[in-house]
């Protein structure tokens, strides 16, 4: 059955992997990809050589309102037919920065902005247009625990704050450190699943919604803003871990979301899958109160880029 997949974060890393595998598994979805310019139109013409249904929609994700008019012109295509019935949203792309004071458009923390707001405003923005069943995936991060055992002490664990600080630059102690940044990263994937977990109550009945943990993985491009050495240990050295169990290959990684998304992975709404199974996310994860307040938040957030 023809329908739509759209998908944020798929020009490399494991997304990239993710979209190709989704096509292959679902040779009927039209895949409509949400990149910057030159990067989208270069992944619709590569899989339009294997003869895959894919278009593109640039869009800066760290503008709510540049998101905002790329899924509005989604719906309207939905809405007029030119695309086939909506039936999964993949929240795939992620950024990790050097420090917690870099603001995108609209003077949000950029880490906020990408890896949680953007995801709210396209699902706000496109719900009424899923035909049930319909599945919602987000991709979040083990760093969410905080402790060793699941980032091996490389990511700073999560320290929560009013949303309305999160989503500000300088929202953690010495702003300016890769510490901080890598803080406002684990923050942000623990913020997306209370999200999750928000969306799976407040969401239609049909429409799934799952957090995706792909565990660590080495050699993708999360660390492109990261300093010299950290990026030659990312892509150099680092990948050696995945003969491990602490590190997942990018196409391991990759496979496993496209099998969440496709409904391979059996997962009720609001579950956490870790790579290819459901689990519990961590402890501090379950948390109605913050999940309501970042829930209002987000609405509040959103509803301003809706006027920008």
């Known amino acids: 059955m023809q329908h739509t997949i759209v998908m944020t974060g798929a020009s490399r890393g494991i997304g990239r992997i993710a979209a190709e595998r989704l096509l292959q598994g679902a040779p009927d979805a039209h895949l409509v990809v949400v990149a910057r310019p030159g990067s989208g139109a270069s992944l619709t013409a590569a899989f339009a050589k294997s003869g895959y249904t894919v278009s593109h929609f640039e869009a800066d994700l760290g503008s709510p309102a540049s998101v905002r008019a790329a899924a ?9 037919g030119d695309l086939p019935p909506l039936r999964a949203f993949v929240g795939n792309a ?56 699941h980032n091996l002490g490389m990511v700073p664990g999560p320290v929560w704050c009013p949303p309305g600080t999160l989503a500000r630059p300088g929202a953690f102690p010495a702003p300016e450190t890769a510490a901080a940044g890598r803080t406002a990263y684990s923050t942000s994937k623990l913020a997306a699943v209370y999200l999750v977990h928000e969306y799976a109550r407040r969401l239609p009945g049909g429409i799934d919604a799952v957090a995706f943990n792909p565990g660590f993985v080495p050699g993708t491009g999360l660390a492109r803003n990261a300093g ?44 956490y899958v870790d790579r290819g199974r459901v689990d519990r996310s961590s402890a501090q994860s379950y948390d109605e109160h913050r999940e309501r307040e970042l829930w209002d938040a987000v609405e509040a957030f959103a509803s301003r880029a809706k006027r920008a």
């Open 72 to 80: 509005t012109a989604i719906g309207e295509r939905l809405d007029r």
């Open 228 to 271: 010299p050495a950290s990026r030659f240990a990312m892509r150099r050295l680092l990948p050696a871990m995945t003969l491990t169990p602490f590190a997942t290959t990018g196409r391991a990684a990759g496979r496993h979301l496209a099998d969440v998304v496709l409904g391979a992975v059996a997962a009720p709404t609001g579950s």
């Open 94 to 149: 992620g950024v990790q920065y050097t420090n917690a004071l870099t603001a995108g458009p609209g003077g949000f923390e950029s880490t906020f902005a990408v890896n949680v707001l953007a995801n709210h405003v396209f699902i706000r923005t496109l719900e009424a247009r899923f035909a049930a069943p319909a599945r919602i995936v987000i991709t979040v991060s083990d760093t969410h625990f905080g402790d060793f055992r």
